[in-house]
């Protein structure tokens, strides 16, 4: 474990991650908030009250969404490039939407650059009416939340979403 000091100040401690074939992954645990952090939580909470969703748990600092999904809620991953790396590295393959099971990674994409934006872990398979699935994920380093695929901060990514599952 590596302690550091970031651009605000707060100190942060980095830990040996590694896709499965040995290829670093850099990170970062934090355990504070900022402020303008804090500030977005309240608003996430006023803005999705009511929008049949779930908090899991209380806000948790030390993980984002990535970190949850790909690092057993053990840090931050906050590199794009990195996560392609892991779904490369570690054999991930990508999955029908029409074929996904509980347990599979649903990632939601910038359109326009192909970034990876969102992670999450899929819980459900698709509704039968709506084709909507129930996924958990981590609100930045928010809280993790139960919520329908389309509905939370990143919504506006869902047409581009897309799903994977390890396959060897």
């Known amino acids: 474990m590596t302690l550091i000091t970031n651009q605000r100040g707060y100190q942060e401690t980095k830990i040996v991650l590694q896709t499965r074939s040995g290829v670093d992954i850099d990170n970062y645990q934090s355990s504070d908030y900022s402020p303008s952090e804090l500030a977005y939580f309240e608003f996430l909470k006023g803005k999705y009250f009511g929008a049949g969703i779930k908090y899991r748990t209380n806000p948790i600092p030390v993980y984002n969404c990535h970190g949850m999904t790909f690092a057993s809620r053990r840090t931050c991953i906050t590199d794009p490039a990195l996560i392609y790396l892991i779904l490369e590295e570690d054999k991930y393959s990508e999955v029908n939407k029409s074929d996904v099971l509980p347990g599979d990674i649903i990632l939601y994409f910038e359109p ?57």
Do not use: M, Q
């Open 112 to 168: 326009d650059k192909g970034e990876i934006v969102h992670s999450g872990v899929v819980v459900s398979e698709p509704d039968i009416n709506t084709g909507a699935l129930w996924i958990v994920s981590k609100w930045g380093r928010f809280s993790e939340v139960y919520h329908w695929s389309h509905v939370g901060p990143y919504s506006e990514y869902t047409s581009s979403a897309k799903y994977f599952r390890i396959r060897k």
